[in-house]
C-alpha cells in the first residue's frame, strides 16, 4: 500500500463534523460537504476550509470571497449527501430543497444547523491538492442538537447531552 493511501486510511479514522460548506455571489452559487474545517483563532475569529483544488467549486469560493460553514445536524444527513455528490441532484436543485435561505450577501445559510459560520476569506494557501481557505468570522449561530459526524467513511450520529442546571 502506498503512503497516500494509508494517510487516506488514517484519516478516516479521526471523527469529524459534517459541514456544508457554501457560498453566493457573482461567480455563482455553490456548495459542498466537507469535514475539513478546523478552528484558527478566536481572535480574530478565524477557522480554515480545506477544498479541492480540482472541484469546480474552488475558483468560485475563490471568485465570490465569502463562505458559510453549516455544521450539519443528525436530521442533515441526506441534505450532506446531496452536497457530497452522493444522489446526482444538480446544484439547483439542491438549494431549492427545504431549509435553505440566503442572507445579505446572498450566500446560502442552512436552517436548523448546529452552528452556521459566515464571513470573508481573507487568506489561502495553496498546498498540495487542496486550497486551504481561512475564513474571518463576522456572523455566527448555534443550537443545540444531536450532530452528524463522519468516521470510518460511514456517517455516525452523536447524540447531545442534556444538560442539567442546578440551582444555586
Known sequence: MSLQQDF???????????????????????????????????SPATILVCVNRSSA???????????????CASEHQEMSMHFAGMTGLEME???????????QHNVPVLEGALTTLEG?????????????FFLEIETITTQDK???????????????EVKVVQPA
Request: hydrophobic share 40%; aromatic share 8%.
Open 8 to 42: 487516506r486510511n488514517a484519516m478516516s479514522k479521526l471523527a469529524a463534523a459534517v459541514n456544508i460548506v457554501t457560498t453566493g455571489g457573482e461567480a455563482g452559487t455553490i456548495g459542498i460537504t466537507a469535514t475539513a474545517v478546523c478552528s484558527v483563532t478566536d
Open 93 to 103: 436543485e439542491r438549494f431549492a430543497l427545504e431549509g435553505w435561505n440566503f442572507n
Open 146 to 160: 444531536d450532530a452528524l459526524m463522519y468516521f470510518d467513511r460511514q456517517f455516525k450520529h452523536l447524540k447531545a
Open 120 to 132: 470573508h476569506i481573507n487568506d489561502m494557501k495553496e498546498v498540495g491538492t487542496h486550497t486551504v
Open 57 to 71: 467549486s474552488n475558483e468560485i469560493f475563490k471568485k465570490n470571497g465569502r463562505m458559510c460553514v453549516n455544521t
